[in-house]
Each structure stands twice: as C-alpha cells, then as structure tokens.
C-alpha cells in the first residue's frame, strides 16, 4: 500500500471549513423557512390602528377565510313523489323577472304577436329553448325545477298568448321504459 491512499482528500480541509458547510447546509435553511413563513403570514398582523388585520376587517378575514375551505359540491336529497308545481308558479319564480315585463327582447307573457312565431315552432321547440337556453335567456334545466316544471311553465305562458299545448306530466319509469324499447329496436 501506498501512502496516497491513506489519507482521504475531500474539499473540505480546515475544521472552520466544516463548522461553516454545517451551518450553510442545516442552520441556515431553517432560517430561510422561518423568513418566508413570517413574510406569508404578515397580512393577518395588524396592520396599524382601528383593529384592521392586513386591510381587512376581521368579518372580511373570516369570510376570505371561509370561502376558501368551502365545500366543492353539495348532495340535495329531494322528494321525486313530491307533487309538481303548477306552471303559474314556476312562471312567477323563474319567468316573470325577465318575460313579465319584455327584458332582454324576451317575449312578454300574454303578448300574442310576440308568441305567435314561436308557438307556431312547437312545444318541443320551446321546451328545448327553455331548458338549454337560447340567446341572452341561460338554460334553466337542472335547476331548481325539474323538466316537467319547465315545460309547466312554458305551456303557461304560450296557452296566455294564444297557444293551445297541454300541460306535461312527470315521466313515469314505465313511460321512460316503453320509450326506449322503440328506439332500441329502432336501431337494430
């Protein structure tokens, strides 16, 4: 053996050398992490008098706070054997803002020559518009009416102006079934 290879050379030579790469590598970062968690954290110190926190009142922190951890999505458990609302009252909570008095080139409610080219384009169609939505009118499907409101309320409005549909039902599950049995021989 040879007297190179007893000694080890590395780039660290002086124990003063040592003492500073184990305070740059450990001590130091620790700094660092406390730095920048003080510096996130300072808009909620006091920011100056008048109890403010960072600009912010402590009801508009809480609120900030709040709308931050909200939750993402909710589950509504509703009754599917409830009745169905008349479609007077589906026009009187979701409609009437709008078509009651002609806002946004919205037809207004009992206005023949408004409804009279619509009416003439159908139930279906209306229902269609009524549920996705069409021009500056947003889809009011999925909503706080099932379909079967929507179209309540669509009957409603063109029967005042001169339309003549009948007022729809809910879907019942045979309904639904039998319906799919056509379109599925259909297609074969």
């Given at each position: 053996m040879s007297a190179d290879h007893d000694h080890q050379e590395g780039p660290?030579?002086?124990p003063m050398q040592l003492l500073m790469t184990v305070f740059f590598s450990f001590v130091a970062p620790v700094f660092i992490i406390i730095g920048l968690v003080y510096f996130v954290l300072s808009y909620a110190k006091p920011a100056g008098s008048g109890g403010e926190l960072g600009g912010l009142t402590q009801a508009?922190?809480?609120k900030s706070i709040e709308q931050?951890?909200?939750k993402v999505g909710t589950v509504e458990i509703r009754d599917a054997n409830r009745p169905l609302a008349l479609g007077e009252a589906v026009y009187k909570a979701q409609c009437a803002a709008c078509h009651g008095g002609a806002?946004?080139?919205a037809p207004k409610f009992g206005d023949a020559a408004a409804w009279?080219?619509?009416i003439k384009t159908g139930y279906d169609a209306l229902l269609n518009s009524a549920l996705k939505g069409k021009g500056t009118?947003?889809?009011q499907g999925g909503g706080d009416w099932e379909d079967a409101e929507i179209g309540r309320a669509v009957v409603y409005m063109t029967n005042a102006a001169g339309g003549n549909f009948p007022?729809?039902?809910r879907a019942k599950p045979a309904d639904a079934a039998t319906a799919a049995a056509p379109a599925a021989s259909a297609a074969k």
């Open positions: 660290i030579k002086t508009e922190l809480t931050r951890i909200a806002v946004a080139a009279g080219d619509r009118m947003g889809a007022v729809p039902e």
